[in-house]
């Protein structure tokens, strides 16, 4: 992914050096409650500022990159995941992660095994908000597939996602 200018404007960070342990939202993205995307994420200010008050984010030595742990609406993410990769995956990252904890302060179950990964209602609602986000921070296409590329979907998978978030 080409660099991009992720949010200079409110002062948008990632801690990338954090030992494991659990975090503040704001501890490990400092400024995202200033991201205007997150409007297009929750109701209101109200909202979000609950959202960003309560999240707690789980730095852990585990495989998996990041995720929203369902029973309790954490954000765990892998400590290598953290430290080696690039801000602007990780500012989509936590883009993606913030619509599933919208959608667990809903109620919703974020891991419906009944449908595969890219044909659940909680993914696609994430996928296309943060498409929309990348698109904004000046990813091309080839970018955003590279971003939709995940370890655990098959390539048919991303073709069918990439389709579906209309990335040609």
């Not at 891991?111 to 994430?126: G, L, Q």
């Amino acid at each position: 992914m080409r660099g991009k200018t992720i949010e200079s404007k409110n002062d948008f960070c990632i801690n990338h050096r954090l030992e494991p342990g659990q975090y503040c939202l704001t501890d490990v993205f400092a400024g995202v409650r200033a991201c205007e995307i997150l409007s297009a994420i929750f109701a209101d200010a109200e909202e979000i500022d609950t959202a960003i008050a309560s999240t707690k984010v789980f730095v852990v030595d585990i495989p998996h990159e990041i995720f929203v742990d369902n029973d309790n609406g954490s954000i765990n993410i892998a400590l290598k995941y953290l430290r080696d990769t690039s801000d602007e995956t990780l500012y989509l990252d936590i883009i993606h992660e913030l619509c599933h904890v919208k959608q667990h302060m809903q109620g919703r179950d974020l891991y419906d095994m009944s449908k595969a990964y890219v044909d659940r209602d909680t993914e696609i609602e994430a996928y296309q908000v943060t498409v929309q986000e990348a698109r904004r921070i000046g990813l091309n296409d080839d970018d955003i597939l590279d971003y939709l590329r995940v370890s655990w979907i098959t390539s048919e998978e991303h073709k069918r996602l990439a389709r579906r978030m209309d990335v040609n």
